[in-house]
């Protein structure tokens, strides 16, 4: 069964610091991983995507990919009150149907 | 600009009632999805179509059903609502190709007393 772990916190890091946030997949043949920040009540949004080993940076954003080691990760430098949200990561091994983990809640305090 | 919408926003209904939600996108995407959301699940998929006339059935699908007459629209039934899919429902759509990232509607909220 394809599974995409992600620690659900939540992850507590002052205003200005970098958070990370980090999931495994099981999947050795996931194509494509995505992040996505949920606000409570609202629906996911993507923020990112990453298919390639290595970093790719958005603005505050950064993902990670190894491939090797199953393993992304999402950075935010530079953490705002406003990027208080859960964020799902997910892994899609080309049948268009991505494994969505649970989420990791972040909170960003002043 | 393309976007995916969901109507009702909000639902109740009693126990027994058929409901149908609607989602519509204008992304002209071939792939749509409807997930279910509650706390300590997650998102769970309930039934995908890639494309028109495809349905495929997801990991929750029983007592649910969809139908995709055109790219755009692809409706959710729930035949005989129970209290056991009071949820919050969300519908998605994705590109066919290298990435498929997926884009999700704003969601209903539906309520079976």
């Known amino acids: 069964q394809k599974e995409v772990e992600q620690n659900s916190g939540p992850l507590s890091v002052p205003e200005g610091a970098i958070a990370s946030l980090n999931c495994t997949y099981s999947?050795?043949?996931?194509?494509?991983f995505f992040w996505y920040r949920q606000y409570s009540g609202k629906s996911p949004e993507l923020i990112m995507f990453i298919y390639s080993n290595g970093d790719k940076e958005d603005g505050r954003f950064t993902a990670q990919l190894n491939k090797a080691s199953q393993y992304v990760s999402l950075l935010i430098r530079d953490s705002q009150p406003s990027d208080s949200a859960t964020y799902l990561c997910?892994?899609?091994?080309?049948?268009?149907?991505?494994?969505f983990g649970r989420g990791t809640s972040l909170i960003v305090h002043p | 600009d393309a976007e995916i919408t969901q109507s009702p926003r909000h639902k109740i209904t009693e126990t027994g009632r058929q409901v149908t939600l609607a989602c519509h996108q204008t992304?002209?995407?071939?792939?749509m999805f409807w997930y279910r959301q509650d706390l300590g699940h997650g998102l769970r998929l309930i039934h995908y179509?890639?494309?028109?006339?495809?349905?495929n059935k997801g990991e929750v699908s029983d007592g649910y059903s969809v139908s995709r007459s055109n790219t755009e629209d692809l409706p959710l039934t729930l035949e005989s609502a129970a209290s056991s899919q009071t949820s919050v429902y969300f519908c998605a759509s994705s590109p066919t190709g290298l990435v498929d990232e997926q884009y999700f509607g704003p969601g209903t909220r539906l309520t079976v007393t």
């Open positions: 997910a892994a899609s091994g080309g049948s268009y149907i991505p494994t």
């Open positions: 179509s890639y494309g028109v006339q495809d349905t």
């Open positions: 999947d050795r043949g996931s194509q494509s």
């Open positions: 992304w002209n995407h071939n792939n």
